[in-house]
């Protein structure tokens, strides 16, 4: 690479990295805000639902925008958004306008991910350049979500809640001060409609599903609001796919979809994103809860996982380079899968810290083979002008992967804990039985989505490709 692609390279993934650091910097901070700003227990999960909402809904729409209209001019735009929008959270004065400044948070969030992922793939050419920039973009991103949580701890004790929104803002002034200079414009050659049916019905899909989830994690499935959101995220996803099948122009390119490198990576970079971002709550409540550790010392252990994240993604591409994008995918999802499932072992003695560690250690280390590898497999053989969709593909699975595993797992952890305790079991059994239960859970669905995945892409390897037409 020259000393501009490095410096380009650099610039995007810090904004990819300041992005995960907003979806976990702010969990530990939750009790304090909510005592500082008067907001109850139970208005708290909209700290975390008003950024998950427009950043996973409106991520496909924004990917799709940034090809037509420009990338860059796009980027910049979103990045200005979040950095705006994270000032105000850290200045806000009520609830109302705490959560006002999260939901643009997210929305600029939404922006930056699909803009910025589509910068990288159209900036770096396919082959050894792509698979290393995707490996170092890949390795912020899951790094960025575990600092966050030990980083939103220190700041919150030593400078106070507001810190968390603030030192965001501040890494968004940085990097928007030498964007510009270093961006170069990208768009599609020429200027096809916007597909509205398909953007209002995928957007209204993902935001049902979404909220369902969110509020599902601390209120169970039960609720009304919560089943006639999961209803009709269902109906209008189902409605998008028809809408796309007939558009002239379609916001997703059906032939892009029934691409098996596209369906099998994206169903795996979801799952890898959603297990392990699981594994680490399940973990945290682990260490807290049964263990009684610190949250500095829940932090370390943490902080040794996000070492040997930075050593994978060094590592994965040069893996993906000596045996195939597709071997190493499957690799990293059956190493992230036995891992977790090797936690199963823990338990209330004081060396589970030790087990708990090297397992989840080693789980990232597979989980970044599987970050690089899928996105490489998804981008690869694609035009340019469709990178941003591409993209949008890819950065779809890592913002709701982040955003439905820990509601998913929390919701089964949570029914497991309420049984154990009805039946008379202390707070830290009950809380070990519900950790059980989810990791048991998380390992089995990346085991089995690692198995399906290994089949689909030697299958889609063997057999003749058909031809793929680009959407105009």
Known sequence: MTARAKLTLLLLCAAQFIVALDFSILNVALPVLGRDLGMGQADL???VTAFALPSGGFLLLFGRIADLYGRRRLFLTGLALFTAASLLAALAWSPAVFLAGRALQ???AAVIVPTGMSLLTTTFTEGPQRE???GISGTLLSTGFTIGMVLGGTLTDSLGWRSTMGVLAVAGIAVLAVAPALLAESRHPERPRIDIPGAVTVTGGLLALI?????AAETGFGRPDVLV???????LLVAFVVVESRAAQPLVSLPMLRRPTVAWGSLAGLVTFSMMSAVVFLLTLYLQEVLRLSAFLTGLVFGVQGLFAVVSGMVAPKVIGRI????TLVTGLAVQAVCTAALLAVGTAASGVWCATAAVTVACFGHLWAIVSYGVIVTSGVPDTEQGLATGLVTSSQQLGLTVGIPLLSALASARVTTLRADGASFADATLGGVRLGLGADALLVAVVATLAA???SRAARRSRTPYTPAK
Do not use: D, M, P
């Not at 909220?211 to 509020?215: D, V």
């Not at 999961?230 to 109906?235: N, Q």
């Not at 195939?324 to 071997?327: T, V």
């Open 132 to 134: 290393r920039a995707l």
């Open 106 to 108: 997210g929305l600029g």
């Open 211 to 215: 909220y369902a989830l969110s509020t």
């Open 455 to 457: 089949v689909g892409l």
């Open 324 to 327: 195939g994008a597709r071997r």
């Open 45 to 47: 999960q909209w700290a």
């Open 229 to 235: 959101a999961l209803a009709l995220g269902a109906v």
